[in-house]
């Protein structure tokens, strides 16, 4: 407020001052360090090292927060407690000098103000302190003290505020009080019964306009630089809160359209992941109707192969045993033709000796060389059936061989197909493991799609999260609107308080008039009382003593006549010379009594007449100078009356203006400050609700970015397993191949060795052939083949004896003499 230069701290009385009056002035001067602290781990600033007190005054001595001072006051020290005891140094020209009861009437008010301030800063600070105690509850602090320093601040906030609150009590009190003086000063400033009296002291409608004349510009100044300084705060505050909204509802916008942006794009990612799956699913589809109808062709292929292929062998084979098992039974018809041969020889050998014995030797010979002649063809046929059963026996040999061969090749087609057996073994297992790998994929695809969902939830999440924060846009416009309406319902009340001083400097103004009117009344009497003497001064007082009280004189003055009636009737009064005759013509005081007694009559006339004056006030009427005897008595039952009525009236619109004006700028300064404090409670519920919502979204793009990672890795490694099941099925493809080029050319083999033989068994078996093997015998049979012959045929015959007999085998077979055959030089 203005006329305030020294304050009185709230924090100095409570806490323990350690200055010592022998210390320099430099050391308190200077700021706190932290070595001046307990604790040594306190690493604060300077600014966090100051204390409460000197940051205060820091802030009463900045201009900035602090109300601009008149400067005609602005050198003055004022305190709350006193009244009167001390007077300004200096005045601006044109202005009265107040007196001590108004000067401690308008302190009292600014000192009001100042500590509803102050107030207010202490709340702010406890409530900042108490949320920092709450803070320090949650989070780890930098030293362990912190607690304790915050809730001894929380303790010393408290005990500031109960003292403020008890000063403004106080204030409250001795503004009432004040405003009772006034009123009492007032009413006790009214002329009094005696002349000495009334002549020392002043006439106190100068006093009435003396302080209603220095009332107004004290007045106008308060009510000044309370509309500028609520006007300039609340365009601050107002400023600020815009600012601070219009900055917070860009960067809303702005992250808004940023994580729209972003859900646009993860949309887009998420559609394209679909379409990638959805491609994926059909590619695997289509590799799985390939690879189950490759399988199947393959499986037929082989199974056609190998069926086909052991049906062609299985013939040829077969026509091979039943050849190999022609040749083993003539192999067996030539070994009984050569038995039987050789049975048949030595028959004839026996028969050739039984002859010679007995016939003549003419016929010996005869026989004997026709003898010679078959012994030399049986010799040659056996001879030939040796060759023949050596050549059978090779073929047999080779034969084997070949069977053999066919075993082999039968084994290995055998191991052919146990190879195809393992392959197809492998491609099912490869098939088995696609199942498996199309199975994980199904799932991964199922996974994706309950990560769409979730993604989907989250986008959901993110546009309810949106919904709200529009819905926070338009509460915090809302709010906004609702600054606005509220801003302008404080101008309508401060237009209303401006209107009201208005008023009430209007009603200053009647009553000055009023004063003034009195004044002149007054002065009036003063000069036609000036030569009056001690007793009739007396009489006077005696006669106004047996007046009625003032109620029946208002009562009286309520129903006078209208001003304009007395106007008309004042202005048709005779001069004054009329008067004093008239007044000397009067009848005596029995008429007046009788004239008393007509008052009720008077009384109403009075009532309507105060009722239309209230209605349309007008200034009164300057009286006519009446004559002496009768300004004794009717002027002063005319004036105090109306003195009194002046004196409460002034006293009851005094106080109830000053309770109005001090009540409705103490609801505006708390009204203010609760629209401030709200807006702060708002801007920090935003704040709050802005990091919950970055915390989200911060979450859901972590969501979103693992998700993608996830399902790229996905992407990659199906890609790759359909890389590597490519590779595992032209390998196969390759392998089968390979395996079907091998079986072709190993049944071309057989097929050509098993053509081969049957042809060489057809030429074995055929006419030509034993015809070609006679000839050639008979053409390159030598002429001793005939003893070779017979040795062959004496051999075979033992052979034949030796294993016809049951002897034993080692039987030297004797002649008909009873010795032993000799043959070639041998038994």
């Known amino acids: 407020m203005a006329g305030r230069r020294g304050v009185d701290h709230p924090g100095s009385s409570g806490s323990f001052d350690r200055r010592d009056d022998r210390a320099p002035a430099a050391y308190y001067n200077r700021l706190p360090d932290y070595r001046d602290r307990s604790s040594e781990r306190y690493h604060g600033s300077p600014q966090e090292l100051r204390s ?23 050198h003055r020290s004022i305190n709350a407690g006193d009244h009167g005891s001390r007077t300004p140094s200096s005045a601006s020209s044109g202005r009265r000098i107040l007196k001590p009861g ?82 009492k000063q007032l009413q006790q400033q009214l002329p009094p019964a005696t002349s000495d009296r009334q002549l020392e002291t002043l006439s106190p409608v100068n006093n009435i306009q003396g302080s209603i004349s220095e009332l107004e510009p004290r007045l ?3 009510q000044k630089q309370i509309t500028s300084g609520m006007e300039s705060h609340l365009q601050r505050e107002l400023k600020k809160l815009k ?41 695997l589809s289509r590799l799985e109707q390939k690879f189950v109808g490759i399988d199947s062709k393959t499986q037929m292929q082989i199974s056609t192969e190998v069926d086909e292929r052991w049906n062609k062998k299985i013939p040829s084979i077969d026509e091979k045993f039943s050849k190999i098992q022609e040749l083993q039974k003539s192999l067996d018809d030539h070994t009984t ?15 050739s000796t039984a002859a010679s014995n007995t016939t003549s030797t003419t016929a010996s010979n005869a026989t004997v060389e026709q003898l010679k002649k078959t012994v030399e063809m049986q010799g040659r046929n056996i001879k030939f059936l040796t060759t023949k059963q050596d050549s059978q026996v090779l073929k047999v040999e080779k034969l084997q061989i070949l069977t053999d061969s066919n075993k082999l090749d039968v084994e290995s087609n055998g191991d052919l197909l146990k190879l195809q057996d393992a392959a197809v073994a492998e491609q099912r297992n490869k098939q088995e493991s696609l199942e ?15 990560r769409h969902k979730l993604l989907d939830k989250t986008v959901a999440g993110l546009s309810s999260t949106v919904k709200v924060l529009s819905q926070g846009q338009e509460s915090l416009a809302a709010d906004a609107s609702s600054l606005d309406s509220s801003f302008k319902d404080s101008k309508k009340s401060l237009d209303m308080h401006t209107s009201d001083i208005v008023s009430l400097k209007a009603l200053f103004q009647r009553q000055q008039k009023k004063s003034d009117v009195l004044e002149q009344s007054v002065a009036s009497l003063q000069d036609a009382t000036a030569g009056w003497s001690h007793q009739e001064f007396r009489r006077l007082g005696e006669k106004v003593h047996e007046f009625p009280p003032a109620t029946g004189l208002k009562r009286l003055l309520e129903e006078l006549p209208p001003a304009t009636d007395l106007q008309r009737l004042l202005k048709e009064l005779p001069p004054a010379m009329d008067l004093k005759r008239l007044l000397k013509e009067l009848p005596p005081t029995k008429d007046l009594k009788q004239l008393l007694a007509d008052v009720p009559k008077l009384k109403e006339s009075m009532s309507e007449a105060m009722v239309r004056s209230s209605n349309t006030p007008a200034p009164a009427p300057v009286p006519a100078p009446a004559p002496a005897h009768m300004t004794k008595e009717m002027v002063i039952q005319m004036v105090n009356p109306q003195i009194r009525e002046l004196g409460n009236l002034l006293k009851l619109d005094l106080s109830q203006k000053f309770t109005v004006v001090a009540e409705n700028f103490g609801k505006t300064i708390d009204a203010a400050n609760a629209r401030t404090s709200k807006s702060e409670a708002d801007v920090k519920e935003l704040d709050e609700r802005i990091s919950k919502i970055d915390k989200t979204l911060k979450q859901s793009q972590k969501e979103m970015r693992e998700t993608g990672e996830s399902l790229q890795k996905g992407f990659r490694e199906q890609t790759a397993e359909v890389d590597a099941m490519k590779g595992s099925i032209a390998l196969a493809f390759r392998e089968v191949d390979k395996n079907r080029r091998e079986a072709k050319a190993g049944t071309d083999d057989v097929q050509f060795q098993l053509t081969h033989m049957t042809d060489w068994a057809k030429n074995f078996g055929s006419k030509q052939w034993h015809d070609s093997v006679a000839q050639q015998i008979a053409a390159y049979v030598p002429s001793h083949f005939t003893g070779q012959l017979d040795s062959l045929t004496t051999r075979v015959s033992t052979l034949e004896s030796r294993g016809n007999d049951s002897e034993g085998a080692n039987k030297r077979r004797k002649g008909v003499n009873g010795s032993p055959l000799v043959l070639n030089g041998s038994y």
Not at 260 to 274: C, H, I, P, Y
Request: aromatic residues 2%; charged residues 35%.
């Open 52 to 74: 409460d007190h000197e940051r205060e005054s820091i802030s009463s001595r900045d201009p900035s927060t602090r109300r601009p001072l008149d400067k005609s006051t602005s």
């Open 102 to 183: 108004q000067q401690a009437m308008m302190e009292l008010l600014g000192d009001m103000a100042h500590h509803r301030i102050q107030l207010h800063q202490v709340e702010a600070k406890l409530q900042r302190t108490k949320r920092e105690l709450s803070q320090s509850n949650t989070k780890p602090t930098e030293f362990a003290s912190v607690e304790d320093l915050k809730r001894r601040e929380v303790q010393r906030y408290e005990d500031e505020k109960t003292k403020l609150e008890q000063k403004l009590t106080q204030i409250y009190q001795k503004l009432q009080t004040s405003f009772d003086s006034l009123v």
């Open 220 to 222: 106008a100044e308060l």
């Open 243 to 283: 600012e601070s909204d219009n900055n917070e509802i860009q960067c809303l916008r702005s992250s808004l359209d940023e994580e729209k942006q972003k859900t646009r794009f993860l949309a887009s990612k998420l559609e394209d992941g679909q379409r990638e799956n959805q491609m994926l699913e059909q590619r």
């Open 337 to 351: 033709q050569l038995a039987s041969l050789k049975r048949s020889a030595s028959m004839a050998t026996k028969s």
């Open 436 to 450: 498996e790998e199309i199975a994980s994929l199904k799932s991964l695809s199922h996974d994706q799609e309950e």
